[in-house]
């Protein structure tokens, strides 16, 4: 990746797998696909979104032009469709975003490319099968570079943006789908340091939450409000850094009022943290600190609400340190680990949100799969 603290483009080995789940833990881990590097693309990055029982993605790279996919799985077959294959100009390519469903038309951003080199707002229309360019970024006032996933309210995408702005630093930003307006609702401050604006925005109501890599009071990232219609933002929490948490990813979910999220870094053991934050206070309490060993290190993606128990992923760390799949109960803080990647010549480096269809969760790792590629997989794991 292109953050130092963040999850690096690993190469290891791997081979197709189909196996249960060591005693210590509990449940059947399926590979369902295994990227081959070509025309099928390479390197999954963004979560999936589940569409009516299909599961759509997107790949980093792979696809005719090598500039990356947006691919269909079928849950039930594994077989993958590729959609889309970006061609690295002006339909943009580096798709580090999930995607958006609105109206049987999928959306997403590309970091990369466009008209001005400076990334798009793509949309591709599930009936059709044709994709277009939405709004492409000039990296000036209106931002550039996104690499967070979309969020729509009220019939209007918003986002984020890693730079550009009034200041440099990156935007929060609305989009009209239809007519292709994008408006910078809010420029980051120019404080002299990166920001990392990696997450997708979060609404409840009204209003806009989101959370930033680094930058904040102390530089390890914040959580922030937004007003869309005034555009006022206000930060609800400057991490420490320290034992509270620091450099959270992949943005927080709403479980019953209270924000929930996990930090790449932090924590008492430096390995992250699965936190919560009441944005009415702007208080943050630590849920749970992966201690670094067999229980995960570095969660990198958004959590996942079943009942009362949170499931997510770590990048590294678990028994082989490949990654770990957990669950966190929200009322107790109870830590368990489900599942750890086996790593070496087998998946390994979950990096996308578990999405949860019936008894199964599905998910996507960054390396392993084919032996012959290691370009990641597309997994299914039922607890």
């Keep these: ?14 081979v197709v797998i189909a196996a249960a ?29 589940d569409v009516n029982g299909t599961l759509y993605g997107t790949t980093l790279f792979g696809g005719a ?7 269909a799985l079928d849950p039930k077959t594994g077989t993958e469709t590729v959609l889309h294959a970006f061609q690295g100009g002006p339909d943009g390519y580096f798709t580090y975003s999930d995607l958006a469903e609105l109206n049987g038309t999928l959306y997403g951003t590309t970091y990369y490319g466009g008209a ?100 904040g009071t102390n530089g390890y990232g914040m959580a922030y409000s937004l007003n869309p219609a005034t555009s006022v933002q ?17 943005g927080l979910i709403n479980v ?36 670094g060993g067999n229980d995960g290190q570095n969660p990198y993606a958004k959590l996942t609400l079943v009942g009362d128990t949170l499931y997510g992923t770590t990048y590294s760390g678990g028994s082989n340190y490949a990654g770990t799949i957990f669950s966190v109960n929200v009322l107790t803080g109870a830590h368990t680990v489900l599942y750890s990647f086996p790593g070496g010549y087998d998946v390994a480096s979950p990096v996308g949100k578990l999405i949860k269809i019936q008894k199964s969760f599905y998910g996507v790792t960054l390396s392993g799969g084919d032996p012959n590629c290691y370009c990641g997989a597309v997994f299914s794991f039922t607890p």
Excluded: W
């Design 1 to 14: 990746m292109y953050k130092s603290y963040a999850p690096t483009f690993r190469v290891i080995c791997g």
């Design 21 to 49: 789940a060591t005693p210590a833990e509990a449940g059947t881990f399926t590979v369902l696909h295994a990227f081959q590097g070509g025309n099928d693309g390479r390197m999954p990055h963004a979560s999936m979104i």
């Design 65 to 71: 032009s090598g500039d990356g996919t947006v691919f």
């Design 116 to 215: 001005y080199s400076n990334g798009t707002v793509f949309a591709l229309n599930l009936a059709t099968g044709i994709e277009s360019t939405v709004y492409a970024f000039q990296g000036s006032s209106d931002g550039g570079g996104p690499d967070a996933s979309l969020t729509g309210m009220a019939g209007m995408l918003y986002g984020t943006t890693g730079s550009g702005g009034a200041n440099g630093n990156g935007t929060v930003f609305s989009l009209n789908p239809t007519s292709g307006v994008a408006t910078a609702l809010y420029s980051f401050p120019g404080s002299g340091r990166a920001y990392d604006i990696t997450d997708s925005l979060l609404h409840i109501g009204r209003t806009l939450y989101g959370t930033t890599a680094s930058g």
């Design 234 to 250: 206000s930060v609800l929490y400057s991490f420490q850094g320290g034992s509270d948490a620091a450099n959270p990813e992949r």
């Design 256 to 291: 019953r009022g209270t924000l929930y999220g996990a930090s790449y870094s932090g924590g008492a053991n430096g390995a992250g943290t699965v936190f919560t934050l009441n944005p009415l206070t702007g208080v943050e309490t630590v849920l749970y600190a992966f201690q």
